[in-house]
């Protein structure tokens, strides 16, 4: 008999925070208690909570312990799952209440979220499909095929209003119809795993969370395209999520429900899982498909479209992973469930990481239209060390920048677009009052410089002239034209390119000039880093007056640049200093100046 | 990332190559074999060097060529040796804005190697990586496949320490 379920985070951001030494505690010390027959030990996916990992919950009472350590094991073990008693100092403090715990669901940052797609992570344990099973999973599969026709499936997911979570919200429906529609002796359902925005980690947490989601939805579209064979491409930095893949695709074919004759319907639908190996350009389909045909991923013109000649020049689909994870509910609970959330263009919900200057870092699902406001101030909790908001990034290196006049904004596909950004596939990352934007523009095109495929000359060479004239500002070579030329050269590029990295590339860059241009005016007149972020335009120093020479920076320099003696003011070598900022840090007076 | 040719010498094992050989004669024939094949054979060898190309490419009925442009398209594939030591720091945008360049550039000048490099005794080697997603940690660095998050440029000598 079980009568306690511990649940342990086992997504990346836990697990590199050392959650599987904290699995191997527990069960060691379940066992010296004798308690390993009446409490399980489930390695969950993601929570989303991960600036606080890592996490575990332990059930009936649901009780949050945070930040745990495997010091802290044996006193759970002891105190909660022999005696009964919660250790309330280890809880997340938001659930302590003065006389019980308090659920999670009641905490800001979960309940201003509607965790659709997110719904089974943390809650199931990805490695048993008969817990995916029992949480209505394959269900909806079972119900397209053998309640439904392909064109009523198509039907409910145009009805429902989903668009391509991927980025750019192209109507899923749609693209199923175009490809339902071309006859073929083989089609191909694809999925985009390879989630290539850096700082974004939402597909990873539903592959790691809840694999068996995507593996349903893909089957539900090759039986409405009339595809046998899928193929899902992810990318090889996600280990976690590649093994978790690995053992549902398997344990799915053990069941029956992958493979031939599922359901006894006569319906095959086989899947093959393939690594990316780091190239941003396969996010982009026609690159992806190119990848996946064992070459090198570079993108080609459309159309043809892949809905017509795409995988081996077959006709293929092809979507990203929150896309898929969608598509199970939408046939269980209807399109119309599914239009009733969100705005009017845009349905559903969408999952975001919210990362950078936040205090909740972590994985949030927000009806769509929710106003950046109420994720950065109620469910990432603000930011940290009093800072001001300064901006956020959407869409990561094909995105832009949403500054604080715009907080307010609701965030859709429409909205975004409007304001010069886009929705991307869920990167959110807060920027302070210490990020330079320039700095960060000059960041976005270091990365798609590097991830060029160089096929398109725009691209390639374009690109390189966009760094070349950001690091000419920051390096303080720069002059007012110099603004132009970017702009000019960046409305060239989006026009010119061939594939969407190329067209996008420029969009950050564009944006941050768009909003923060009296900060790249400081760089280039006043030869000035108003953020103290681009090095060639500030040096530290020490005031002497204020100094009281208690050589504490001078013990925290890590190189040595700080020479002087005790009670006496400090200098710093300028030669030698590395512009880390850490004296400033630890200086308790005020006198180490950066400017 | 830029890749160039490694100056180290070929040192494969005959064990090696009949592991190679039998994933090979596994998935010959399959349509987009050559992308498994270049990660089993980077698993095994740890780098792809010439030598391990142009057995691929005799055994898939490539030219040498192809093979290569494959390699050198994908940033994942290596064609040096990895340091005893593998020294990744992520910068991914979460790791970026909380100051990842400063790591890299504290490691960098510690090591006496540029991000791509080895040291010459082939202990430590050093990469900047695409985003690991442990944004949560940032900013992360990851040594032997051990994590350190949420790092401060002074810790990075008791860190180094470790690894000697």
């Known amino acids: 008999m079980i009568r306690s379920h511990v649940l342990v985070c086992g ?72 005696k009964g008693r919660i250790v309330k100092r280890l809880l997340y403090q938001e659930t302590v209440g003065s006389d019980s715990v308090q659920s999670l669901n009641n905490t800001v940052f979960y309940k201003n979220q509607q965790r659709n797609v997110l719904r089974n992570c943390g809650a199931i344990d990805p490695e048993n499909i008969e ?10 599969l079972g119900k397209a095929l053998t309640e439904m026709t392909p064109r009523q499936v198509i039907d409910t997911v145009k009805r429902s209003g989903l668009r391509g979570r991927g980025g750019a919200g192209f109507p899923t429906g749609l693209k199923w119809e175009f490809a339902a529609k071309n006859d073929a002796p083989q089609k191909y359902v694809c999925c985009n795993a390879d989630e290539g925005d850096p700082g974004a980690f939402m597909d990873r947490s539903v592959l790691e969370g809840d694999p068996h989601a995507v593996l349903e939805a893909m089957a539900i579209a090759g039986y409405a395209i009339g595809s046998s064979q899928g193929y899902l491409y992810v990318r090889a930095e996600y280990p976690i999520a590649v093994e978790r893949l690995g053992i549902a695709i398997r344990q799915a074919k053990e069941y029956g429900l992958l493979g031939s004759n599922i359901f006894n319907t006569g319906f095959n639908f086989d899947l093959e899982l393939r690594l990316g190996s780091g190239a941003f350009v396969c996010g982009e389909e026609t690159a992806l498909m190119t990848s996946i045909e064992g070459r090198r991923g570079e993108p080609h013109p459309r159309p043809p479209f892949p809905a017509l000649k795409g995988l081996f020049g077959r006709p293929t689909i092809l979507n990203n992973v929150e896309t898929f ?77 949403i500054p604080a006049s715009l907080i307010d904004t609701p965030i859709d596909y429409e909205n975004l677009t409007a304001i010069g950004s886009m929705m991307g596939s869920g990167g959110l990352i807060i920027m302070d009052e210490d990020n330079c934007m320039v700095d960060m523009a000059k960041f976005f095109l270091t990365f798609t410089v590097d991830e060029s495929c160089g096929k398109c000359i725009p691209c390639r060479v374009g690109t390189r002239r966009l760094y070349e004239l950001l690091e000419k500002i920051t390096s303080g070579r720069g002059e007012l034209a110099d603004l132009d030329r970017i702009e000019e050269l960046a409305t060239y590029i989006k026009a010119n390119a061939l594939c969407g990295l190329g067209q996008t590339a420029p969009n950050p860059v564009l944006s941050m000039l768009r909003y923060f241009r009296e900060e790249f005016v400081a760089h280039v007149v006043e030869k000035r880093c108003p953020a103290g972020v681009c090095k060639d335009l500030l040096t530290y120093s020490i005031d002497p007056e204020k100094c009281r020479g208690c050589t504490l920076c001078l013990r925290e320099c890590p190189v040595g640049a700080i020479t002087g003696t005790v009670k006496q003011p400090h200098r710093i070598d300028i030669n030698k200093c590395i512009k880390c900022g850490s004296c400033q840090e630890v200086c308790r007076f005020g006198a180490v100046i950066k400017a | 990332m830029k890749k160039g040719k490694t100056n180290i010498v070929f040192q494969g094992t005959k064990e090696q190559e009949e592991q190679l050989l039998d994933f090979i004669s596994r998935w010959k024939g399959e349509k987009g074999a050559l992308m498994p094949i270049l990660q089993k054979a980077q698993s095994i060898y740890g780098y792809l060097p010439i030598e391990v190309e142009e057995m691929i490419a005799e055994e898939l009925n490539l030219s040498l060529e192809e093979v290569y442009g494959v390699v050198s398209f994908y940033s994942q594939f290596t064609l040096n040796p990895k340091g005893k030591y593998a020294i990744s720091v992520c910068m991914g945008t979460a790791c970026y804005v909380k100051g990842a360049q400063l790591i890299l550039d504290e490691l960098s000048k510690k090591l006496g190697i540029k991000p791509g490099g080895i040291t010459p005794d082939g202990k430590y080697s050093l990469d900047a990586t695409r985003c690991l997603g442990a944004c949560g940690l940032a900013p992360v660095m990851v040594i032997n496949g051990q994590v350190y998050g949420k790092l401060k440029v002074e810790d990075l000598d008791k860190i180094l320490q470790k690894y000697n």
């Open chain 1, 11 to 82: 997504g990346t951001g836990c697990v590199s925070g050392g959650s599987g030494k904290i699995i191997a505690v527990l069960e060691q010390e379940l066992k010296k208690q004798g308690l390993n027959q009446e409490i399980k030990v489930i390695e969950t996916g993601c929570f989303g909570l991960c600036e606080l990992g890592p996490v575990m919950v332990v059930y009936p009472e649901g009780a949050f312990y945070s930040k745990v350590r495997p010091q802290d094991i044996p006193e759970i073990v002891s105190e909660h799952l022999l």
């Open chain 1, 131 to 140: 817990e995916y099973i029992a949480f209505d999973g394959y269900r909806a």
């Open chain 1, 325 to 401: 994870a969608n598509i199970p509910q939408i046939i269980l609970r209807g399109a119309d469930w599914f239009a009733s959330i969100g705005t009017e263009k845009s349905k559903g919900t969408k999952v975001f990481a919210l990362g950078g200057k936040i205090n909740h870092t972590g994985l949030v699902e927000i009806p769509i239209g929710t106003p950046l406001r109420k994720i950065v101030e109620e469910i990432g909790g603000g930011i940290p060390n009093g800072k001001k908001f300064k901006a956020a990034q959407t869409g990561g290196p094909s995105g832009g920048c």
